[in-house]
Structures are given as C-alpha cells and as structure tokens.
C-alpha cells in the first residue's frame, strides 16, 4: 500500500523556521485530488493544518499568513513552508493525499518541536 514519506521536522526556536517535505512511496501515485498537513500535539487530537484540492490551497485561521503548502509536481512532492513558528505549533505533522480512487494515504508523521 502506498504511504506518505514525511521529512524536514526538527527543533528550532521561537520565530524560526522549518519546511517540510512529502512524497508517496510508491513513484506512480500521481494526481491526488488533496494533498495536506495534519499536526497533532500532545494531548490533542489531530487537525488539518494546510492542504491543496484540484491545484487550491487552503489553510486553518492558526497558521494563515505563516505557513505556505506548495507542490512539485515534476518532483511528486509537497512542500510546507512555515515561517514565525511559535510554541502552539509544536506537534506531530502528518502528511495525507486523497488519491482518485481508493482511501486517504497517511505519513508516519514527523516531529516539530518549537522551543520559547
């Protein structure tokens, strides 16, 4: 079954930045009509963060204007640019894709950690 490959999370402090990056294990999984970032912190269940439908990106009120979810196609990947990171956006960041046909695809997550 084709899953989701997170990378790029790690520490960094108040303020700073990270970018994500996401691509389907399997090279041929091509043309997903959603592409997007879930986070879960801890104790909390998991929300959407950003994600792109049929080419539109959309993005929760918590990180508008601070994130930026864009993707290469030529590449198979999605990216999430977040900028200013704060505390409250520390979490687990799970990437997804809704393909044409069949279920919703899931990352393994990958930990983002802002310090104060």
């Known amino acids: 079954q084709v899953e989701m490959i997170e990378s790029g999370g790690g520490l960094v402090q108040a303020g700073g930045s990270l970018r994500l990056a996401c691509s389907p294990s399997?090279?041929?999984?091509?043309?997903?009509?959603?592409v997007g970032w879930f986070r879960q912190a801890p104790g909390k269940e998991r929300v959407v963060v950003a994600h792109i439908t049929y080419n539109k990106a959309y993005y929760s009120d918590a990180v508008k204007g601070r994130f930026t979810i864009s993707k290469d196609n030529a590449e198979n990947t999605v990216y999430l640019k977040m900028n200013s990171l704060e505390p409250e956006d520390t979490g687990v960041y799970y990437c997804?894709?809704?393909?044409?046909?069949?279920?919703?695809?899931w990352g393994q997550g990958t930990q983002v950690t802002v310090s104060s």
């Open positions: 399997d090279r041929t999984f091509t043309n997903p009509i959603t």
């Open positions: 997804y894709a809704d393909p044409q046909v069949g279920p919703r695809r």
